[in-house]
């Protein structure tokens, strides 16, 4: 790790025979950060963000996550991060409480553990009435905040969320967000992928990626008055139209 970057990267590329789906993007990350990850549905987002995660090689490149290098240290990345998928990640057969314990188990948590967490995670959720009864029949929001405490259930030093406020309503999106400023002032670095350009101005520094480069990276403050765009979005379109 460099300074205070838990997420270095450097000419990173990947590429799926002649089709360059990451364009060899360069970008820190600091500890604590809730760094934004934009871009339309194919811009590379979610292929960059697998490479990071360690469950796709890079073609070419150097990245470094929570201290690991991605092409040789990639399990011990998964063991330092939190995950949350777009698509929601628990498991619907299984009860609230199950869920917990089961993901304490693949984290390695020890089953005193796994129980203070669990109480406590339940108990933070406000989810006391519904502890027993089966994931799938949460409303969605619920599950996605659920889905959100249990990717922190091991203290990671990062936590990857990709598009994890899709198809929520305005008022849990609001929730789902307090949930992560409360993550990034413990320390615990947030890196989000979102299509939602309101969204980006609440992350500390935005990078936004067009065909597989990354076209801009700073704050959204400083994007707006780059750009001379009066919100992110307006940003967004004048990056995407070229």
Same mark, same amino acid.
């Given at each position: 790790?460099?300074?205070?970057? @838990? ?5 990173? =590329? ?28 194919? %811009?590379?987002? =979610?292929?960059?963000?697998? +490479?990071?995660?360690? *469950? ?6 150097? %990245? ?19 995950? +949350? ?8 057969? #299984? =009860? ?17 553990? *796994? ?5 406590? /995670?339940?108990?933070?959720?406000? /989810? ?17 905040? #659920? ?20 198809? @929520? ?9 307090? +949930?992560?400023?409360?993550?990034? !002032? ?5 890196? @989000? =992928?979102? !299509? ?26 400083? #994007?707006?008055?780059?750009?001379? %765009?009066?919100? +992110?979005?307006? @940003? ?7």
């Amino acid at each position: 790790m460099i300074n205070n970057n @838990v997420i270095h990267v450097e000419g990173l =590329t990947k590429m799926f025979g002649d089709f360059t789906a990451v364009d060899a993007i360069t970008f820190d990350v600091k500890k604590g950060e809730i760094f934004g990850f934009l871009g339309a549905n194919g %811009a590379g987002k =979610t292929t960059a963000m697998k +490479m990071l995660i360690g *469950i796709s090689k890079p073609t070419s490149g150097k %990245a470094n996550v929570a201290g690991f290098d991605v092409f040789t240290h990639a399990e011990d990345i998964k063991k330092n991060i939190g995950y +949350m998928s777009q698509k929601f990640a628990l498991y619907d057969d #299984l =009860t609230v409480k199950e869920n917990i314990t089961f993901f304490g188990g693949i984290y390695g948590l020890t089953r005193t553990r *796994i129980k203070e967490k669990s109480e406590a /995670l339940i108990e933070e959720l406000g /989810l006391e009435n519904v502890a027993t009864k089966l994931v799938g029949s949460l409303p969605l929001g619920w599950k996605q905040k #659920l889905s959100f405490s249990v990717a922190l259930l091991h203290d990671p030093k990062i936590v990857f969320l990709d598009e994890p406020t899709g198809g @929520v309503d305005p008022i849990t999106r609001r929730q789902f967000w307090e +949930m992560i400023y409360k993550a990034s !002032h413990q320390g615990t670095t947030v890196f @989000v =992928t979102t !299509h939602y350009m309101d969204e980006a101005e609440y992350c500390d520094r935005v990078s936004i990626m067009v065909n597989g480069k990354i076209e801009a990276l700073d704050t959204p403050k400083k #994007l707006k008055e780059q750009f001379k %765009a009066t919100n +992110m979005n307006d @940003v967004f379109l004048k990056l995407a139209r070229g």
